[in-house]
């Protein structure tokens, strides 16, 4: 084979090689959407930022870092939402909405209501739960899909 | 020992390191160590501000194919990755700890096979920069195995891919590129390199 057609071949090697990671990138954000295994955050229309089971695992972390938090405490495996708002830079916002997986569940509260009570937490299944911890660990929503943050 | 064993032996002895490693000779091999180290250093020193993922390929990848192109003997990839993964180790570059090692190490052992393919024609503008570009896209794919290998949730790894493998082809490409043209230009006055 000619170099020249060598290098028609290098060229369209390159194409597959950058259309397969635009596809995967695609397959996971829209495979993730539809099983609430990814959560957009949007604010203005706009998302601001994508969190998952690992994004939350590791806010965990870092929130139990910061309050000097024992890792044996009963909130293993959860962060605080008001955590993960700052974490993934939302602000100048007055309303969270979340709403799950089942359209019917859908969740608003002012921000300054917003309580640190009101945790994330990551299920098997590699979707993330809301819980009231402070209210008998009242779950508020099943399975998150979005959260939305509203002026 | 009978007279063409010891003619053998004698020719041997003679130039004993003809052929230390791969088929290169120690002066290449020490040619192939400054560049390894380059790449390495360069890595380390040169902090380019454009925040784009993959714009420290314009240097990585042309010293890689530049680096190959002056020594086109197959293996120098290999030296070069060796060399460099290992200084990445050493210098604790990057957040992968020691598997840092094989971000250095695959991009050189491509090139050798890429070189082989395309004939050693480095020297060549296109050759040099889808070279640069295949080389900067399997560091990138280095880069995602490493990620879901330690565990980093596949949000940071998947969002913005399509992106990124733009940026690892352009900055790879230009690297390739401009490295081809170092090589038209040296290649003839280092003739007698040996």
């Known amino acids: ?151 | 020992m009978n007279q063409p064993e010891k003619e053998e032996l004698a020719a041997e002895l003679s130039s004993p390191l003809d052929r230390f490693m791969f088929d290169l000779g120690l002066a290449d091999l020490m040619r192939l160590s400054m560049f390894g180290t380059l790449i390495a250093i360069s890595k380390y020193v040169l902090r380019i501000p454009m925040h784009l993922p993959g714009h420290s390929s314009i240097y990585w990848m042309g010293l890689l194919v530049m680096g190959k192109g002056l020594i086109p003997k197959f293996g120098s990839g290999i030296i070069m990755g060796l060399v460099s993964g290992i200084l990445a180790v050493v210098l604790g570059l990057g957040k992968e700890g020691v598997f840092v090692f094989f971000k250095y190490f695959i991009p050189g052992l491509g090139l050798d096979f890429l070189a082989v393919l395309f004939f050693y024609k480095l020297e060549s503008i296109w050759v040099g920069a889808i070279c640069g570009a295949l080389i900067s896209l399997s560091k990138m794919l280095v880069n995602l195995l490493l990620g879901i290998a330690l565990n980093i949730p596949m949000v940071f790894l998947a969002m913005g891919l399509g992106f990124t493998s733009i940026t690892h082809t352009v900055f790879g490409a230009a690297g390739g590129a401009l490295a081809a043209i170092v090589i038209k230009r040296l290649k003839p006055r280092l003739a007698n390199w040996e």
Do not use: C
Request: glycine content about 8%.
């Open chain 1, 1 to 151: 084979m000619k170099i020249d057609k060598r290098i028609v071949l290098g060229l369209i090697f390159i194409v597959v090689i950058v259309g397969s990671a635009f596809l995967l990138e695609h397959t996971v954000k829209v495979q993730g959407s539809n099983s609430a295994r990814i959560i957009p955050v949007i604010q203005n229309n706009e998302t601001i930022a994508f969190v998952d089971a690992g994004v939350i695992e590791q806010l965990r972390e870092q929130e139990h870092a910061m309050r000097e938090v024992s890792e044996g405490s009963d909130n293993t495996g959860e962060v605080s939402l008001e955590f993960v708002l700052g974490s993934v830079g939302g602000f100048d916002y007055r309303y969270i909405e979340v709403k799950g997986l089942d359209d019917s569940e859908t969740w608003r509260l002012e921000q300054s209501k917003l309580d640190p009570a009101i945790v994330l937490s990551s299920n098997m299944s590699g979707t993330v739960a809301m819980i009231n911890s402070e209210d008998g660990r009242q779950i508020l929503i099943k399975a998150i899909k979005e959260i939305h943050l509203i002026k």
